[in-house]
T-cell receptor, first 112, second 116 residues
């Protein structure tokens, strides 16, 4: 019940295209869903996060869509750029807790 | 200051060596974390310190020994490691579970550890 499933494992998108990464969770006690971006040799950086009381959150070119009934959430990267090429991890946790449960990661490559 | 710093950036050690990893934050956070990350995998939680007390140990072997000297500093002491312990070791910090909001975790750049 602690798993977060993430897909696809890897993604290739042309510059200017839309990148979409999907995650699904099982534990209904999770109430905080962050996305992290990680470049090679660097630590994960918090990109954007959502709570289950909203269905969508947008920050610049990054949008999280959240479907509470389906227990799914996704990251959309609009107008994808080569500089977005990185590994993206979804995660989930109870807001009151310390333990983050990570998805397995998606390696995104944006071709010029 | 909104960053978590880690030293050293790279560390190569033999199986009989003793070394330490260091982590520092000046965001006033009260929870600090150690994670281990293998290539192409997500970070795996090792330890959590909350208000300078060890609150979570994810059944980590005793050759890894954490220490939290104060609320800004976190160390990870390494002794008699195995080659399979080679990984990126990440430190993170957050306000702490009693700090309200969503207790977001902020990660440092990591220490790349190689055990020969």
């Amino acid at each position: 019940q602690q798993q977060v499933k993430q897909s696809p494992q890897s993604l290739i998108v042309q510059k200017g295209g839309i990148s979409i990464i999907n995650c699904a969770y099982e534990n209904t006690a999770f109430d905080y869903f962050p996305w992290y971006q990680q470049f090679p040799g660097k630590g994960p950086a918090l990109l954007i996060a959502i709570r289950p009381d909203v269905s969508e959150k947008k920050e610049g070119r990054f949008t999280i869509s959240f479907n509470k009934s389906a227990k799914q959430f996704s990251l959309h990267i609009m107008d994808s750029q080569p500089g977005d090429s990185a590994t993206y991890f979804c995660a989930a946790k109870k807001s009151s807790g310390d333990k983050l449960t990570f998805g397995t990661g998606t390696r995104l490559a944006v071709r010029p | 200051d909104t960053e978590v710093t880690q030293t050293p950036k790279h560390l190569v050690m033999g199986m009989t060596n003793k070394k330490s990893l260091k982590c520092e934050q000046h965001m006033g956070h009260r929870a600090m974390y150690w994670y281990k990350q293998k290539a192409k995998k997500p970070p795996e939680l090792m330890f959590v310190y909350s208000y300078e007390k060890l609150s979570i140990n994810e059944s980590v072997p005793s050759r890894f020994s954490p220490e939290c000297p104060n609320s800004s500093l976190l160390n990870l002491h390494l002794h008699a490691l195995q080659p399979e312990d080679s990984a990126l070791y990440l430190c993170a910090s957050s306000q702490g579970s009693s700090g309200g909001a969503y207790n977001e975790q902020f990660f440092g750049p990591g220490t790349r550890l190689t055990v020969l």
